[in-house]
């Protein structure tokens, strides 16, 4: 029984950690990426983004890196923008995207442009803190 227990409690331990994504929208921003909210001047290369209000997290958010995943299209001028060559890229939140801000997560020119057709200007993805 004992056995029985340690089975289920690492079972519950492997899939209690599944990690979910979240749904929102991307857009991208041009450089110069500095200064940044987070970090000033400090150069973080460009695969880079900056949070909305809905992940900001009161500054909570500088520095966690998001696997975005580029889902389709938001309006018809380009209704398959995503590279099916690689449609993820990991980034990392260097700084805030105020409020009007068009997307859940705003992407450098650089990580927008390696999963999606930039043309689209705004895409639906997939994002997951890791």
Not at 72 to 93: L, M
Not at 99 to 126: M, Y
Request: aromatic share 12%.
């Amino acid at each position: 029984m004992a056995a029985l227990r340690g089975l289920l409690f690492l079972v519950f331990c492997f899939f209690s950690k599944t990690a979910v994504a979240d749904s929102g929208t991307a857009t991208y921003y041009t450089p110069p990426y500095v200064p940044s909210s987070c970090y000033g001047y400090e150069d973080d290369g460009v695969m880079i983004a900056a949070a909305s209000d809905a992940i900001w997290d009161n500054r909570g958010a500088c520095g966690r890196n998001y696997k975005v995943t580029c889902e389709g299209a938001t309006n018809a001028g380009d209704p398959h923008p995503c590279r099916g060559d690689q449609p993820y890229v990991f980034v990392k939140i260097v700084d805030y995207c105020p409020p009007g801000c068009r997307g859940t997560i705003d992407l450098s020119q650089e990580a927008f442009a390696s999963i999606a057709n930039p043309d689209a200007g705004k895409i639906k993805i997939s994002f997951q803190q890791v």
